[in-house]
């Protein structure tokens, strides 16, 4: 299974941006899908997930209300819609795919495949 992320760029604060995530080589309408970030100096961060439905999605609670996350099975693409954006949304945003029918989790141990991430820079 492999997975490519695309759209992260430099933004101004209150901005948005929309980062899609291609999946290849797996059974894409079976696997819960997550998108976690890391900014330097901290530790890998879940920011949300989608279940292999589409029915269930679950956010961090400090993006909740700005980002969206959401699935087209027809096109294998996760997508992550962000909205009034903030310097401290500043990181590499990864998305990440769960194994066939695995719970939507905002553990990173539940997802068993990864993207190479992409640059997400919010100026203020």
């Known amino acids: 299974v492999q997975l490519q992320a695309s759209g992260g760029g430099l933004v101004q604060a209150g901005g948005s941006l929309r980062l899609p995530c291609v999946v290849s080589?797996?059974?894409?309408?079976?696997?819960?899908m997550g998108w976690f970030r890391q900014a330097p100096g901290k530790e890998r961060a879940f920011v949300a997930g989608i279940g292999w439905s589409g029915s269930s999605t679950l956010y961090a609670d400090s993006v909740k209300g700005r980002f969206t996350i959401s699935r087209d099975n027809a096109k294998n693409t996760v997508y992550l819609q962000m909205n009034s954006l903030k310097p401290e949304d500043t990181a590499v945003y990864y998305c990440?795919?769960?194994?066939?029918?695995?719970?939507?989790?905002?553990?990173?141990?539940?997802?068993?495949?990864w993207g190479q991430g992409t640059q997400v820079t919010v100026s203020s």
């Open positions: 080589g797996g059974t894409f309408s079976r696997n819960a």
């Open positions: 990440a795919a769960g194994k066939t029918y695995s719970s939507l989790s905002s553990s990173p141990a539940v997802y068993a495949y």
